[in-house]
């Protein structure tokens, strides 16, 4: 059974940091792309960052770029993401997303997500 489990949401004030964990079971870990998402009410889910199966590759929004680190290892099987510099705009849910290419159909797991809110 697949399982991701996130971790390390809460309230920060603007301009701090967070960092946000997701530990994978029940996959073959290296083999799934990982992604953060982020959902807000009345808003499509946002993808915020993702990283390749080996780590080499990273991709972001542009409205956390130079922000936002995603990182991953591989024999812990987690994903986390850095946040720094947070803004009001960054409070969102965040969900961890493990996307692997298979034929005939991708598969793709969710974690639950954790809440993370910038506010004063």
């Known amino acids: 059974q697949v399982q991701l489990v996130e971790s390390g949401g809460g309230l920060v004030q603007p301009g701090g940091s967070l960092r946000l964990s997701c530990a994978a079971s029940?996959?073959?870990?290296?083999?799934?792309?990982m992604k953060w998402y982020r959902q807000t009410p009345g808003k499509e889910r946002e993808l915020v960052a993702a990283?390749?199966?080996?780590?080499?590759?990273?991709i972001y929004a542009d409205s956390v770029k130079g922000r936002f680190t995603i990182s991953r290892d591989n024999a812990k099987k987690t994903v986390s993401l850095q946040m720094n510099s947070l803004k009001p705009d960054d409070t969102a849910v965040y969900l961890c997303?493990?996307?692997?290419?298979?034929?005939?159909?991708?598969?793709?797991?969710w974690g639950q997500g954790t809440q993370v809110t910038v506010s004063s």
């Open positions: 990283i390749s199966g080996n780590g080499y590759h990273t």
């Open positions: 029940g996959v073959t870990f290296s083999t799934y792309a």
């Open positions: 997303n493990a996307h692997g290419v298979r034929i005939p159909t991708d598969k793709d797991y």
